[in-house]
């Protein structure tokens, strides 16, 4: 062979491994996320452990820590699918979730294997969960009735209207004294009104005495616990004060609001504690036999992990969305700015109940995906929203609103729609990218706001944790466009870490005071704007959300949407010219009469 073929056969095979290498290299960096052993065999003695399972909306996770450290032993997680059959529609499978729990614990307790411990050395198991999205099930067959509805879905729209119909003057904070939450599609019991609405199956149910309510953590415990077979009907106060039902005061199901959404009683769980033995697992799964003894709200575990336990600490969570919840210690503050009273945690049955105020922000890593799924602007939500964001000094004075199922706090607009604003010929991506980056930061902006207003004293730092919070820019910019230090966790899932550490509480084996020397943190961000900077920009914030408010309406207009288009280009052309030819002739006919 001549060196004229030699050379380009050459680049060819050069070409062919370096693409084989990164295909090689994709599929390592996915399975880090789900074969995680992050320790070590431990040497001396072991420690007994706390098993945690981690029900988010976008993936299921078993994660196991050695009681009193901080660090996750061990952990496996698994994708969840999200069924979306309408616009704003958002379902879960609620048999999906009790399976990939199944096989997430057996996966991570064969990691644990492998450090030389057994599944017997796990003592107590821990659940934190995404919070409102609820499931309706057969007491009797443990069948679900319909999928679980995801918090964020918006097919409500319509009950919330029909429900502030019954209350004076429209007033969607009328009960904010009673359960702390304003009537919203976000809530719990606007899902179960729909639910007995809409659903053939679930009347028949409510009809026969067989229907049963709950959150996932409810589902997941009566499953997990005997099912049909005995299975505990149970929640932990801080679901509970999720769903618009429950008396923030008396921490039980409230007659007045359980009649107005016409909820009875009997189908919804009993509120426990946080910290308690509940029960035992007895589903013949490999967790079998062990003591289920910790329940935490996802976002309220976090507040938990990130050890703000006083009153005046506040957390904020990245994830799909954004919340940040502020300590108020016993009291329960009710906010004048659009935030939400919720219940932090309750760390036993005799011990009182805390409390936070509570930012809730429905989209703010769900943005990025957005931009990955939909418009496509980057492959790799992670890599390219940092390096691509970061390739221009600011957003060339594009905002984003990603309203994409209306606001929460402190708006709580369900007719507000996303927005990108400000756009120029001069433009980029880089642009829409960094704007949506400061969405979030803008959207914490907003509730720092509220939260300053309502507890009068102003935040001094701000600790974050959650997955999106490794992108390093974002940091920076949350820094920048809140004007105070931005704390990051030393790990992004504190959510798992605050359960077991209630989990491990009720059955002795971790003190919140060991727990807390391990607590330590990783990184801060300092801001580098001037105030007169940030203030500017964040008038500019308000300008764009107040163009993205009252877009929705519950009557829709006919639009041509993709499903109708598709329906009508299924019509046969002839049936179509045919029945258009009809038309004309009888119009004509109606004419000349
Ligand atoms: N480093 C990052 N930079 C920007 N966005 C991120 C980053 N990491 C995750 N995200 C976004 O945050 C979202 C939430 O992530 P995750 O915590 O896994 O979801 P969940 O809400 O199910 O717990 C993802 O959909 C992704 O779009
Ligand atoms: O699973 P996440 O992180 O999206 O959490 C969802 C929240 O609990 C909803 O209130």
Redesign the pocket.
Known sequence: MNSEKIIPLVVFIAVVLFVKMSDVKHIWDKQKTNFRSTMPVREGPKRPLVGVIDD????VRFVIYEAGRSEELVAYQMDKTEVQPHEGWSEQDPLEIIHHIKLCAENAIDQLVELGYTKDDIVALGITN?RETTIAWDKYTGEPLHAAIAWNDIRTDSTVDAILAKIPDRNKNYFKNICGLPISPYFSALKMRWLKDNVKAVRRASRDKRLLFGTVDTWIVWNMTGGPHGGLHITDVTNASRTLLMNLETLNWDPILCRLFGIHRDTLPTIRSSSEIYGTVKDGSIVDGIRISGILG?QQSALVGQNCLQAGQAKNT????CFLLYNTGTRRVQSTHGLITTVAYKLGPDTPAVYALEGSIAV??????FL?DNLRLIKD??QD??HIAGQVFSTGDVYFVPAFSGLYAPYWRKDARGIICGLTAFTTKNHIIRAA?EAVCFQTRDILEAMNKDCGMPLAKLHVD??????DL?MQLQADLIGIPVLRAQA?DMSTLGVAVVAGGAVGVWSADKWRTHATLNDTFLPTTTDDDRDARYTKWKMAVQRSLGWATTKKSFTMTDERYKLLASIPATLYIIGSFTMLVVSNMLKNR
């Open positions: 988010g909306t976008k993936t995404q996802n990245y994830r799909s969305g703010a890593g769900g943005a990025m995906k990955r939500v992670v929203t940092e980056l959650g997955r999106m919070t490794s992108n974002l992004w």
